[in-house]
């Protein structure tokens, strides 16, 4: 029983909805040989397909079919995941760079932290109140 390649990728867990899966189809991020899937297309058992997310190209083998949303749990045994070590090197990657980002607490200072270096300085603090008072006279 051949299932539709939107509704093996919603099933699968790979996209979160079956609109999702449709649409990253028609934007030819699901190829299967080198070739676009349309999410009509069916998939049977022992295909090998890709899925392009981002900078990586996740590549899998078809163990069984579903039409019908799994647990994650069950997926391994529907699915084989048979990415390349390159790609998997490119995802690492990618997460390590999002780690290395400043840490927290630096960078620009806020209205507060200005106020205290302000007030560690021994800078007066300015009452614009009385500056404008000053000028209308």
């Not at 049977?44 to 997310?53: E, H, I, L, M, P």
């Not at 106020?115 to 560690?120: A, N």
């Amino acid at each position: 029983m051949p299932v539709r390649v939107d509704k093996y990728l919603f099933a699968m867990r790979i996209y979160k909805t079956r609109t999702l899966a449709a649409e990253a189809c028609k934007k030819g991020r699901v190829t299967m040989n080198g070739t676009e899937l349309k999410p009509a297309r069916t998939f049977s058992v022992g295909d090998k397909f890709s899925v392009r997310k981002g900078a990586v190209t996740f590549t899998y083998e078809i163990l069984q079919l579903s039409e019908n949303r799994l647990g994650a749990k069950l997926v391994p045994d529907y699915l084989r995941d048979i990415t390349a070590k390159d790609q998997l090197e490119i995802l690492e990657l990618a997460r390590l760079a999002g780690q290395s980002g400043r840490d927290r607490g630096t960078g620009r200072p806020t209205k507060k932290d200005r106020r205290d270096i302000e007030q560690f300085i021994g800078m007066p603090d300015i009452d614009w109140d009385d500056d404008l008072d000053d000028i209308e006279e």
